[in-house]
């Protein structure tokens, strides 16, 4: 959609179309324009009661392409060499607890997270299994490669957009720094689904690390000062007056919506989340000067923002998809950053009070196989993967769930992808099984899956 400054002359607003609607003068955000700044509130029929919230905030380390947990956080020393790979396991700060020796900042922070061993569902296609991750539910009319729908269950933040929707101009949700699409695929997961566009999360494509990273959406266009976005609010609230030109163009109107978003621009209060150059310098070095930790660093900040749910994508699409020298790959350049940004993340929370109020989940679409393949890969792997949890109220240092001998399937309780949108929701204080409509109006509940109730110690394990 193209997005123009309000410069057109009235006489001729009144042969425009319809999706020639007037626009605030800024880029927009993965070409959203200024009526999906700000999402319409819904009316959801959710249920009379809503759980306690636990978290203010949730962050979403995700490792797109799935991430090995053999080769990280489940590792099998005692198998044969084909199923254990070429790392070692070493000693965390919970004792009887190991993971990959390359993860030293992580293992020395084990008594902050807890390990869930036995995640596991039934696909081993990227795409239906980030749509499941992402959304707590299984894909509608799934099949391999389905890409990105409108029939899509809502990914988290576009569920809390609808059943709690904001009035201050802060969205719900924020993606960064990638979108997850590589022609023609896009992969599903990764907005409102069948909810629609105005719930969907704000998508920031841009590495934090690059001097010249900057958010056009919140940023006003070139030559257009505090002074003229006044001007144009006024020129908007003429137009609002011009009865008859509304009904040439279709019900123009200033809406709440615009009005908040014009208080946003104003106020600049999202918008200096955004600027990495107010961290110290030695907070930057912490999370690390590449994409990985500066899109952390940027997460913590839209956090402590206000944002409620931020998704940063560890890397491009499929890049933890390593059918091939798994082993070279992770160690020279994966898990280092990794353990840097999140680690750092997770003591940065912590100073500063947010980490007992921000869940924060370290998650892939599914495991890797057990066995090493003939290109020293591992490939696909639904049945079993492990999942980090931290944050608002989660037990540190707890493992909980147990895969078998080669990591193949949990030997314990199997916990699934609805159980994970389960417990975001219920820790966000939204009951999971809520009522909200499908696009054609029938009512479905938000999701079905069950609070995974062991991260907070109130199962015995």
Not at 63 to 92: L, Q
Not at 114 to 137: C, I, Q, Y
Not at 304 to 313: F, L
Request: charged residues 20%; glycine residues 10%; aromatic residues 6%.
């Amino acid at each position: 959609m193209a997005h123009r400054s309000v410069t057109t002359p009235i006489e001729h607003l009144r042969t425009a179309s319809r999706r020639h609607m007037l626009q605030v003068g800024y880029s927009g955000l993965m070409g959203l324009g200024l009526n999906s700044l700000v999402p319409k509130r819904a009316a959801a029929e959710s249920s009379p009661t809503s759980p306690t919230p636990r978290a203010k905030s949730l962050i979403i380390v995700w490792c797109t392409g799935a991430i090995s947990h053999h080769d990280t956080f489940d590792m099998k020393p005692n198998a044969p060499k084909e199923i254990r790979g070429e790392f070692n396991p070493v000693a965390t700060s919970v004792t009887g607890t190991q993971i990959c020796e390359h993860l030293p900042r992580l293992a020395a922070r084990a008594h902050k997270y807890a390990l869930v061993r036995s995640l596991s569902h039934k696909d081993n296609n990227h795409l239906m299994s980030t749509h499941h991750v992402l959304t707590g539910h299984v894909q509608p009319g799934a099949f391999f490669d389905k890409v990105a729908s409108r029939d899509d269950w809502p990914n988290y933040s576009a569920g809390c957009e609808y059943l709690r929707p904001r009035s201050d101009g802060i969205p719900n949700g924020v993606n960064l720094p990638t979108f997850l699409m590589s022609a023609p695929l896009t992969w599903p997961g990764q907005h409102a689904g069948f909810l629609g566009p105005k719930y969907d999360p704000w998508q920031i494509v841009g590495d934090p690390n690059s001097p010249q990273f900057r958010v056009d959406a919140l940023t006003l266009s070139q030559g257009i000062d505090a002074t003229r976005l006044d001007q144009r609010r006024g020129l908007l609230k003429s137009l609002d007056q011009q009865t008859s030109v509304a009904s040439d163009i279709g019900a123009f109107r200033m809406t709440e919506d615009q009005r908040l978003a014009f208080t946003m621009l104003s106020s600049g209060q999202l918008s200096e989340s955004f600027e990495l150059h107010r961290e110290p310098d030695a907070v930057r070095d912490t999370y690390g000067r590449h994409a990985f930790g500066q899109s952390l660093l940027l997460a913590r900040r839209l956090v402590e923002g206000g944002v409620p749910i931020v998704q940063a994508n560890m890397g491009p699409v499929q890049n933890w998809d390593h059918h091939s020298a798994i082993f070279s790959t992770l160690k020279g350049r994966m898990l280092t950053p990794l353990d840097q940004a999140v680690s750092a993340l997770l003591d940065d929370l912590d100073t500063r009070g947010l980490l007992d109020q921000t869940m924060v989940m370290v998650l892939g679409e599914f495991g890797r196989t057990p066995k090493i393949n003939k290109d020293s890969g591992r490939d696909h792997w639904g049945p079993c993967f492990t999942g980090v949890f931290a944050g608002a109220g989660v037990l540190g240092g707890k493992i909980i769930g147990q895969s078998d001998e080669i990591g193949a399937y949990p030997e314990t309780t199997p916990y699934s992808p609805d159980d994970i949108g389960a417990t975001v929701y219920t820790a966000l204080g939204i009951d999971p099984h809520a009522v909200v409509r499908d696009r054609i109006g029938r009512p479905v509940h938000l999701n079905q899956g069950n609070v995974i109730e062991e991260l907070y110690g109130e199962i015995s394990a």
